[in-house]
Structures are given as structure tokens and as C-alpha cells.
């Protein structure tokens, strides 16, 4: 397996460069409900939903940059090997035992792991595997729900939102049920809120480059 390791330059470089990306694809990064993950002081799984090639910059961005932990992340060995410095942002290939060991031995770490098991359309029915549960009842460490969506608001670049649920403990690998409903649910809750324009509650936590519209928008400010 290619395991995960801290390099001194490698991993913050490609900080940079996946907040530039971020920067040029998106209009605004929105956060809610992240309280509920900066509350638990030990190690913790992260499960959103998973419909975008986008999702895995996000988390990684959101853990390193915006929360400042130690992130974990799957990626297929195959793919891992093509872009073996990807390992110095935590990404490393599956291997149960291995997360395992990691989250015990740093505290504080954040897994991010899709219960799907693969990237599915956004409003497809929504599958839990059971990866995430062994992991959580081997390690100790909670499952955090999570919720993904990306959508058009009001610019011609799209936005990000990311709704963060509570904490489940001491779920098994027979509650798949459970996880599900939690996921689910803050979908739901997320796109209630986007149809309703309620953004009181997410925080931007990175606003992209300037958009034509935006650009638009200022070129009539100045001519008037």
C-alpha cells in the first residue's frame, strides 16, 4: 500500500495550489454546522455524500486550510501511484487496518471517507456501505454526517455548500440505517435552504476569483 506521510515542502505547495484551483472553479466556499466537528478533540470520520470530483479538494481544503487537523484521505492505488505526492496531504491507498492505526495513533486527525463508495449523481438514491462503520467501531472514533452540494446562486461560477451534522458514537457495522438517514437528512436540509436563498447560517470560507458577472457588475459602478 502507499501510505500517507508529511513532507516539508510537498504538502504545503499543493495547499497553495488547490486553493488557487478552488479560487478559479467556484464563486464561494459555504460552511455550516462546523461547530459540531471542532467540538470533538479526538480523532474523527468525516462521511459526506460523493457527486462531484470536486469533493475530495473541498474536504481536504476545509480540514488543512480552514481547520488546521491533520486529514486522512482514500484514494485507489492505481490512480495514488500516477500521483504519488498527493501522499503528503494525507492521501493514501485503502487499507482498513492501516486508518485504523492512524486515527488511534494521532489524536485529533480527521478521515474522510464517501459511504457510497463511489461518485455518484447528486440526486441519486443515496447507498451507505460499511466501511465507514467498521472503521468507527474498530477505531473509537465518532462518524460526523456531512452534506455536499453545488449549485448555481447568483454568479456564473458555481457555488459550494457544506452542512456538517452531529456526531454519531458507537454506531456498528449493522447501522448503515442510521448513517444513511443522517446523510439524508442534511441533504434535505441543505437544498431547503439553498431553494430558499437562507444563507444566514454558512459561512463563506473562501470566496473565489472575481466572476464575469461580478467584473459586469463593476464595469457599470464605474461608468455610472
Excluded at 457555488?159 to 449493522?174: D, H, I, T, W, Y
Aim: charged fraction near 25%; aromatic fraction near 10%; hydrophobic fraction near 40%.
Amino acid at each position: 500500500m502507499i501510505r500517507a506521510y508529511q513532507h516539508r515542502w510537498a504538502g504545503p505547495l499543493l495547499d497553495r495550489y488547490n486553493h488557487y484551483m478552488l479560487r478559479k472553479a467556484f464563486a464561494r466556499l459555504r460552511v455550516a454546522g462546523v461547530d459540531s466537528l471542532r467540538s470533538i478533540t479526538g480523532s474523527v470520520i468525516a462521511a459526506p455524500n460523493h457527486s462531484c470530483w470536486w469533493d475530495g479538494c473541498v474536504d481536504l481544503y476545509l480540514t488543512r486550510a480552514f481547520l488546521g487537523r491533520r486529514s486522512l484521505l482514500m484514494m485507489g492505488e492505481t490512480e495514488l501511484r500516477k500521483y504519488r505526492l498527493f501522499s503528503s496531504l494525507g492521501i493514501f491507498s485503502p487499507n482498513v487496518r492501516y486508518v485504523i492505526e492512524e486515527l488511534k495513533k494521532h489524536p485529533g486527525s480527521v478521515f474522510w471517507i464517501y459511504p457510497q463508495g463511489e461518485m455518484l449523481p447528486a440526486r441519486a438514491p443515496l447507498e451507505v456501505r460499511e466501511g465507514a462503520l467498521l472503521i468507527s467501531e474498530k477505531s473509537g472514533a465518532p462518524i460526523v454526517p456531512v452534506a455536499h452540494r453545488y449549485e448555481f446562486v447568483r454568479d456564473d461560477h458555481p457555488e459550494v455548500f457544506v452542512r456538517f451534522g452531529s456526531p454519531l458514537a458507537g454506531l456498528k457495522r449493522g447501522d448503515a440505517g442510521t448513517l444513511r438517514s443522517s446523510i439524508a437528512s442534511l441533504l434535505q436540509r441543505v437544498d431547503d435552504d439553498i431553494a430558499a436563498q437562507r444563507f444566514e447560517a454558512y459561512q463563506p470560507v473562501l470566496v473565489g476569483a472575481e466572476t464575469r458577472s461580478e467584473r459586469l457588475q463593476r464595469l457599470r459602478e464605474n461608468r455610472a
